[in-house]
């Protein structure tokens, strides 16, 4: 793949900015708890008693990507609470409707079932992508989304999150506008893999 070499130098660039004193920063989304209260409001939507306990202890805070990752690996954690810390870290509800999120968890016992799955098996990256794409897709939960849950679910650390950002980043950065569908409106996001 070729690199446009404007675009690499800025983003290099970048990568070694140490003028927060910190290096670069990092995302930390929404508090998984608060998202939670927000999101799932209603008696219909409320996770159960169990799945509240964990996110409880484990999404009372901030979640840095290393600490995201911890939740969603440990078996001990109940696999839905770890999916509300990811959904809330990707801020899904807060850039497009609410009703994604909400139409995302009325299918959570198959949400359940796949991240089980990939937490337990090493699939391959496009094993992965397919537990969530085509024919096995659910509603609300696109791949800017699911690919969050890939990313911090993973056994390996090399499955990637396809967002809106990396999207229009590697656009940029090749000046392909083709390399990856997007969907249309103010908050597009990606409709297809690389």
Not at 87 to 98: E, L, N, P
Not at 154 to 169: A, E, L, R
Request: net charge positive.
């Amino acid at each position: 793949m070729t690199f446009r070499t404007e675009h690499l130098s800025v983003l290099i660039s970048v990568l070694h900015d140490t003028s927060s004193g910190n290096g670069a920063r990092t995302w930390r989304g929404r508090i998984p708890t608060q998202w939670c209260d927000r999101v799932f409001n209603t008696p219909e939507n409320r996770p159960s008693s169990e799945i509240l306990k964990d996110l409880q202890s484990a999404g009372r805070s901030h979640l840095t990507r290393e600490e995201l990752r911890e939740i969603c690996r440990d078996n001990s954690k109940h696999v839905l609470a770890a999916y509300i810390c990811t959904m809330a870290w990707g801020a899904q509800g807060t850039f497009q409707t609410v009703a994604n999120a909400r139409e995302a968890w009325a299918h959570r016992d198959a949400i359940a079932t796949k991240l089980l799955k990939l937490r337990s098996d090493k699939l391959t990256r496009a094993g992965a992508y397919n537990l969530f794409a085509g024919t096995n897709a659910l509603p609300g939960l696109g791949p800017a989304y699911f690919t969050k849950l890939l990313f911090f679910f993973s056994p390996t650390k090399s499955n990637y999150i396809m967002d809106q950002w990396t999207t229009k980043s590697m656009m940029l950065l090749t000046g392909d506008r083709n390399l990856v569908q997007m969907s249309p409106g103010k908050h597009a996001g990606p409709t297809s893999g690389l």
